[in-house]
């Protein structure tokens, strides 16, 4: 299958601060990408939905000022939290469709692990 | 209530045993229907889709109910490597076809 590559893989920082999560599909194209979060023992949720080359739609209750997404390449997409506070603390996951794959088949990121002190 | 519901589990099943789990959905506009698999921290993987007239796939079988909104998962002669969380998944219609997850159920394959 398709290779969805993130990084980093896990973050520690300090409250206030901002991170940059990188997500990139290795062997293909995606013209779209999704941000999701999950919390211990809880489903993913979707956050927003990244188009290359437009603007990113986010999901009802996600703030997009705080979390900036650019997709400006067709292998890559980041994920900007921005004045990260301990609320924020999280599995960040992204997935990217391949353009000839199954409408339900997304290719994951292995995920980065947020941990905001 | 949550779109896509599933018992989280976990289910603590010996090797060889069948086991199936149950997931109900509320959207009824939902279009399709998948299983996938998730190792503890780790990303989801497709396992299968899921169709009306019921799909195999090795000892995995799936269903789909539209008229009562309900998908189950059939694992027949469980192993080990069957441990994991089992997350239900739907699409409904309309713009990028979002995936809506259920938190999953965890499944416990011992020895």
């Known amino acids: 299958g398709a290779v969805v590559s993130q990084h980093p893989s896990r973050v520690i920082c300090k409250s206030g601060t901002s991170v940059k999560i990188e997500c990139r599909s290795l062997?293909?194209?995606?013209?779209?990408m999704f941000w999701y979060r999950q919390f211990p023992k809880q489903s993913l949720m979707l956050m927003a939905t990244s188009n290359e080359g437009s603007k990113a739609t986010y999901e009802q209750g996600v703030e997009k000022d705080k979390f900036l997404i650019n997709h400006a390449s067709l292998t890559l997409s980041t994920l900007t939290v921005t004045s990260a506070h301990p609320e924020d603390s999280s599995f960040y996951i992204c997935s990217a469709r391949e353009r000839s794959s199954g409408v339900g088949e997304q290719f994951f990121g292995p995920g980065t692990r947020l941990t905001v002190l | 209530r949550k779109e896509v519901e599933q018992d989280p589990g976990p289910f603590n099943v010996p090797e060889g045993a069948t086991v199936a789990f149950n997931c109900t959905y509320s959207?009824?506009?939902?279009?399709?229907f998948f299983w996938y698999r998730q190792d503890c921290r780790k990303e989801p993987k497709l396992l299968m889709s899921?169709?009306?007239s019921g799909n195999e796939d090795g000892r995995f079988t799936a269903q789909l109910n539209r008229a009562s909104q309900y998908i189950s998962l059939l694992i027949r002669d469980s192993k080990l490597s069957d441990s994991a969380t089992y997350l239900c998944v739907v699409i409904h219609s309309g713009g990028y076809n979002k995936l809506i997850f259920g938190a999953g159920t965890r499944l416990a394959v011992h020895p």
């Open positions: 899921v169709y009306s």
């Open positions: 062997d293909f194209q995606a013209t779209t």
């Open positions: 959207n009824s506009a939902s279009q399709s």
